[in-house]
């Protein structure tokens, strides 16, 4: 598995964006990057999910440069609720057993 | 409705002493699997079981036995818990046909022995 390393901790205010940076040097050519949040007290939840390039869904977007060794979570317009621990992924589509890192935490203030 | 529920959400026994938690889907998954989360929230995998059958099964000691009595369920007894035990043990299920590695939590059970 793909080793990945993220900022411990990131501050925020309210309405801004926040971008956050995951890398992993050694990804392989059939590894998918892979985001989940995890909410105080609750289980994590898939955000999103790429290959190459960008996507973009209703949550997040997800940049990924074409050698593909780093990602860039983004959240557009960060509210207090978006306060949650991040966590970015390596694997293969199908994989069963996903890797969680240590995450980085999200605080976004008033 | 819940997704993947367990119970108990809370579980706080001394040491020694043999608990279980339940977990359960409703979504039609086939596979289903065990957490444990320490209090540096690291995130690690115990088991996986695919329509009932074990497929994953990590660095576990034996003491902790998973029991899958169909695919809709996957509970876990642990025997003869320890200190370091104590952790926040999630369930979660996802489909078959995966392109997405997208699996789905349960709220979690913390677990906390004395």
């Known amino acids: 598995l793909a080793k990945t390393t993220q900022p411990i901790s990131m501050d925020s205010y309210e309405g801004q964006e926040v971008n956050i940076t995951c890398s992993h040097n050694?990804?392989?050519?059939?590894?998918?990057i892979t985001w989940y949040q995890q909410f105080p007290s609750q289980g994590p939840r898939f955000i999103i999910q790429?290959?190459?390039t960008k996507v973009t869904n209703e949550v997040a977007s997800l940049f990924i440069p074409a050698d593909r060794k780093s990602s860039t979570l983004s959240l557009p317009r960060v509210s207090l609720s978006d306060t949650a621990v991040y966590y970015c992924?390596?694997?293969?589509?199908?994989?069963?057993?996903?890797?969680f890192g240590a995450g980085t935490t999200v605080t976004v203030r008033a | 409705d819940t997704a993947v529920s367990q119970t108990p959400k809370y579980l706080v026994t001394q040491m020694g002493n043999d608990k279980s938690i339940k977990c359960e889907q409703n979504?039609?998954?086939?596979?289903m699997y065990w957490y444990k989360q320490d209090s540096k929230k690291f995130l690690k995998i115990m088991f996986s079981?695919?329509?009932?059958?074990?497929?994953i099964n990590e660095t576990v000691p034996n003491r902790f036995s998973p029991k899958s009595p169909d695919k809709a369920h996957l509970n876990l007894h642990i025997n003869s818990l320890e200190l370091g035990d104590s952790a926040v043990y999630f369930c979660?299920?996802?489909?078959?046909?995966?392109?997405?590695?997208?699996?789905?939590f349960g709220p979690g059970t913390r677990l906390t022995v004395l």
């Open positions: 079981y695919n329509n009932k059958e074990l497929i």
């Open positions: 050694n990804i392989a050519t059939n590894d998918y």
């Open positions: 992924l390596v694997g293969p589509p199908n994989d069963y057993k996903l890797s």
């Open positions: 979660a299920s996802s489909p078959r046909d995966k392109t997405y590695n997208e699996q789905f």
């Open positions: 790429g290959y190459k």
């Open positions: 979504l039609g998954h086939d596979t």
